[in-house]
């Protein structure tokens, strides 16, 4: 959610949600500056796209040095509320690993999980990346985050 201005995550969300594949929607990040989390304005947005507002949270994560240090943020917060499956629609320049690890931990814990993207945004990410600079940048930095993460015990 609020991935990016030239995505349309909010509105694949709000159609999934409209389509009663979704009863309710959790938006998540991390500070971006002060007092300002991403997970708030698309929040917003997605209540002006037809999304309850009692059916949207916004969960604020902590600033870490990597995604997976959040997992567990996200995990003990879907168990608080009693879910035990979740959908997670994300980057579409997220890679495969990075997709694995996330529901591997996410199975571990009990919950069942999948990963989707609206799929127009991925063939739009993906087309002609190396091209556009904010695309290559968002594809570069999506293999070296995942191929980093390897190293790291606490990002896998």
Not at 35 to 52: C, F, M, N, T, W
Request: hydrophobic share 40%.
């Amino acid at each position: 959610m609020a991935i990016d201005s030239r995505l349309s995550a909010d509105s694949f969300v709000a159609k999934l949600y409209s389509e009663r594949l979704s009863r309710h929607v959790v938006c998540a990040s991390s500070q971006a500056s002060w007092e300002v989390y991403p997970a708030d304005y698309a929040r917003e947005h997605l209540i002006q796209l037809g999304v309850a507002a009692q059916d949207v949270t916004s969960l604020r994560l902590p600033m870490v040095e990597c995604g997976a240090e959040n997992r567990p943020v996200v995990i003990d917060y879907i168990k608080r509320n009693g879910w035990t499956n979740a959908l997670l629609v994300v980057d579409p320049s997220i890679t495969r690993a990075t997709r694995l690890s996330v529901v591997r931990e996410f199975r571990k814990n009990g919950i069942d999980v999948s990963i989707a993207f609206d799929p127009n945004e991925r063939t739009e990410m993906l087309r002609g990346w190396w091209r556009t600079h904010w695309k290559a940048q968002r594809v570069v930095l999506g293999i070296l985050n995942s191929t980093l993460d390897i190293l790291y015990p606490e990002c896998r």
